[in-house]
């Protein structure tokens, strides 16, 4: 089945059955149909914008549009951004930058397009975080790579959270088991050191004065006054 919904003239066309959802963002319309449809042949889930704006609007990056208008985005799940390099308003790199810099989106891997062979527009772009970076024209080969190790990397959260979760329920079952055995534990006995029995306070009280206070000298003079 597929779904075919536009938002602001910009196709959003997904498909139930497939997998990996991927963020395709190019300002040439020819080079975002290649690349959507080597996604689709690749078995991929394909959201395709025309701008580094609109990929922020999308994630929800972008508060100056968000304050205009409702962008329709809300709660669509990205598992890969592929970009364009060379953009107007906002280029690869900068829509990169925005993306590593966001706590809630900095693990989503980022490939760079670019027509340009440059090495240090590679270089730069490997050190801000990029997955990868494709000359195009873009082969189904490199789709196919990529999907290939951020399908991995999907399968290898999903264990590493699943490994959390099973943690997390027995360490809460064994907090419920510890709180079990204290309710059903008999009340603990006070010990001698904090407490006393009634005969203790009443020797207590009735003891004889000790000798030095018999023998003080205000003591035998209060006596010989009274006799």
Avoid: W
């Avoid at 075919?4 to 059955?17: F, R, V």
């Avoid at 508060?63 to 208008?69: A, G, L, S």
């Avoid at 009340?187 to 306070?201: F, G, M, V, Y």
């Amino acid at each position: 089945m597929r779904t075919t919904e536009k938002i602001d003239g910009y196709d959003l066309s997904t498909s139930d059955t497939e997998e990996v959802h991927v963020l395709a963002v190019d300002d040439s319309l020819v080079d975002r149909k290649v690349i959507e449809r080597l996604l689709r042949i690749s078995s991929c889930k394909v959201t395709a914008v025309d701008s580094g704006r609109r990929a922020l609007q999308y994630l929800g990056l972008d508060e100056e549009i968000q304050k205009k208008e409702t962008n329709g985005f809300d709660g669509l799940k990205v598992d890969l951004i592929i970009t364009d390099y060379c953009m107007p308003g906002m280029t690869g790199y900068e829509l990169l930058k925005k993306v590593k810099e966001s706590s809630a989106f900095r693990e989503i891997p980022v490939v760079i397009m670019s027509s340009e062979n440059v090495i240090a527009r590679i270089d730069r772009c490997l050190e801000k975080g990029a997955e990868d970076f494709i000359v195009k024209p873009v082969k189904l080969s490199d789709v196919k790579r990529i999907i290939d190790y951020t399908t991995t990397e999907l399968r290898e959260g999903e264990q590493r959270e699943g490994a959390r979760a099973r943690r997390r329920g027995i360490n809460k079952r064994k907090q419920r088991e510890g709180d079990d055995d204290l309710s059903s534990s008999p009340p603990s006995t006070l010990s001698s050191s904090t407490s006393s029995s009634p005969s203790s306070s009443i020797q207590s009280a009735t003891a004889p004065l000790s000798p030095s206070t018999l023998d003080s000298p205000t003591r035998r003079l209060k006596m010989t006054s009274s006799e």
